[in-house]
């Protein structure tokens, strides 16, 4: 078992940052991949971004390209998302992920969000 716990939303005004982070526990030296997701008020939860372990490669949806940046300490087992440039649009809830693809259903272990609103 994982358990993965997210911190760091709140309310930002639009063209601010956050950075939320996630920590691993349990079995975290079985991760090799991790990703951030969202959920905005009526819709489906979306992938964000996400980092492979290794190259550290890093994806990212194309709505955060260039705005949203995620990366790992691995001594912490954490993963940040720094989030800049945020918009009204950016308004959910994020939860990170860790699992054997990055798509929902790919995930297997999931934290339980922290809320992030963007205020116009």
């Known amino acids: 078992q994982v358990q993965l716990v997210e911190s760091g939303g709140g309310l930002v005004q639009a063209g601010g940052s956050l950075r939320l982070s996630c920590a691993a526990s349990?079995?975290?030296?079985?991760?090799?991949?991790m990703g951030w997701f969202r959920q905005a008020p009526g819709k489906e939860r979306e992938f964000v971004a996400g980092?492979?372990?290794?190259?550290?490669?890093?994806y990212y949806a194309d709505s955060v390209k260039g705005r949203f940046t995620i990366s790992r300490d691995n001594a912490k087992n954490t993963v940040y998302l720094q989030m800049n440039s945020l918009n009204p649009e950016d308004t959910a809830v994020y939860y990170c992920?860790?699992?054997?693809?990055?798509?929902?259903?790919?995930?297997?272990?999931w934290g339980k969000g922290t809320l992030v609103t963007v205020s116009s």
């Open positions: 992920a860790t699992g054997r693809f990055f798509a929902e259903h790919g995930m297997d272990y």
């Open positions: 349990g079995r975290s030296f079985s991760i090799n991949r």
């Open positions: 980092i492979r372990w290794g190259a550290d490669s890093t």
